[in-house]
């Protein structure tokens, strides 16, 4: 009897030794010590705006030292200037319509009578809100757009996972702002005729969820400072 208990005892040992050389000392069943993921999520996108502003110095200082030497006419930089208009990076001042949307809050309720209790999903901004916006101000005129901080161009995609926007390599919470230079009563009236948005409207009015439209003055738009390189694209048959 006592020699099984020795061995009880010593099998216990070495489970205790083998957990504290596992945890190294610390709490095995804590994740304190582990990165969390929202950790490395800021961390990724501090990185990623770093480098964007870096690429938009090395992309200014080549665009002057092109200008300087490249021996090009004025006419040549006068194309060039309003390719870079169109294309999105070349900053851009005008009138501005500024669009905010953002969550309910968690413990919201029905604010119109007979509406049923908000499921988790009705309470926070979706892709196609924020895409319902957008459409709407380039139907309206919108020489250039800016969600949050970043312009948009031809090829940037409104992404969203759960409750935050992925734009162009970075993550976003809301609230969301989307900002657009044009003529403001064309934006206005592009956001009323949008059938999204009247939808998107009903659960603002139901649940509480926010939409501000101010008029924002004369505003600047910053140049899209990424890659402009197409990964995938179909040729079309010119007739």
Known sequence: MRVLSAGVFALAGLIFWTSFDTAKGVD?????????????????????EKLDKSLADVRSDVDRLTRQRGGLSPAE??????????????????PALEVTLDDAP??????????????PNDLVI??????????????????????MDQRLIATSAVRCVGNTLILQGRVYSP????????????LRKA????????????YVQAYGLG?????????TLPGYTGSVDLRYATPVDQP
Request: glycine share 8%; no cysteine.
């Open 211 to 219: 939409w501000k439209v101010t008029a924002a003055g004369r505003t």
């Open 77 to 94: 930089r006068a194309r060039i200037d309003a390719l870079g208009k169109a294309a999105g990076t070349s900053p851009l001042t005008g």
């Open 175 to 186: 609230p969301y702002r989307i900002t657009a230079i044009g003529d403001r009563s064309r």
């Open 106 to 119: 968690p413990n919201a309720t029905p604010l119109v009578p007979g509406v049923p209790d908000p499921q």
């Open 28 to 48: 095995i069943r804590s994740d304190d010590p582990l990165p969390k993921l929202s950790d490395n999520i800021r961390a990724k996108n501090a990185q990623n």
């Open 191 to 202: 956001i009323d005729a949008s059938p999204a948005i009247r939808n998107y409207l009903q």
């Open 126 to 147: 979706h892709q196609q809100d924020l895409q319902a916006v957008v459409n709407a101000l380039w139907q309206g005129g919108a020489q250039g757009i800016r969600v």
